[in-house]
């Protein structure tokens, strides 16, 4: 049984829950905030969320356990058997992880924590944003999936990515950060009603 350390809240933590029960696989949510604490530390080695333990063994980092999680249950297959194809679905989830995701979650602590963010970070946070959504246009089939005709380990990054960076802008900018982004909207659509996301949604409001 493979335990599974974060809270419900985040988008990491879900979207590591859709992949295990995308697999079939066996386990258990515990509860555990992001801290800086040992116990945390010793599962996530940057106090954040989500990690996973398997037989007292512990990882982090979402896309090194889907990875791990791909070779552990191979089906549903969530990246391609070409290598190649293979490599070109982990190049999306870096883009959208680096340059959608984490550059959106510099301005997180204003959007949704009632703190504050300096306007120099806003200005350069939009610029970068631009950027990114340009990268990963370049990269996006939405054919209907992110990279073709089959779901891949790039779709889960889509929706979770989206899902927070959108809220973000909207927040901040008044943006809708999918305009003239209408495929990948669809996706979104799409995604949100394949079933192991609609469970993970489903059941956050538990
Ligand atoms: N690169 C990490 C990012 C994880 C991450 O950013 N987790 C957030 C919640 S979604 C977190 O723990 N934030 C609290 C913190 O940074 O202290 C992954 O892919 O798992």
């Given amino acids: 049984m493979i335990q599974l350390y974060g809270l419900k ?20 949510e515990v ?14 080695p940057m106090g954040k969320m ?10 982090s980092e ?18 391609p058997a070409d290598p190649f194809a293979a490599g070109k679905v982990i190049e999306l989830v870096c883009h959208l992880k680096l340059n959608v995701e984490l550059v959106a979650r510099r301005c997180l602590p204003e959007a949704f924590f009632g703190q504050t963010v300096s306007e120099e970070t806003k200005a350069s946070t939009h610029k970068d944003l631009a950027k990114g ?12 999936y992110a990279v073709g005709d089959t779901l891949t380990l790039a779709d889960f990054y889509t929706f979770y990515t989206f899902g927070l960076a959108s809220g973000i802008t909207q927040a901040i900018y008044g943006e809708n950060l999918l305009d003239g982004h209408d ?24």
């Fill in 9 to 28: 809240m985040s988008n990491y933590y879900s979207l590591t829950k859709a992949l295990l029960i995308e697999k079939d696989l066996a386990f258990e």
């Fill in 50 to 59: 989500p990690s996973i333990g398997v037989d007292g063994q512990y990882m």
């Fill in 133 to 144: 959504m340009q990268a990963v246009r370049r990269l996006m089939v939405c054919g209907p």
């Fill in 31 to 44: 509860k555990a905030p992001p801290t800086q604490e040992e116990d945390n530390l010793v599962r996530s």
């Fill in 183 to 206: 495929n990948i909207a669809q996706l979104l659509t799409k995604l949100a009603q394949h079933p192991s996301i609609a469970r993970v949604e489903a059941e956050k409001a538990g």
């Fill in 62 to 79: 979402s896309l090194a356990i889907a990875a791990y999680l791909d070779r552990l249950q191979p089906t549903p297959a969530l990246l």
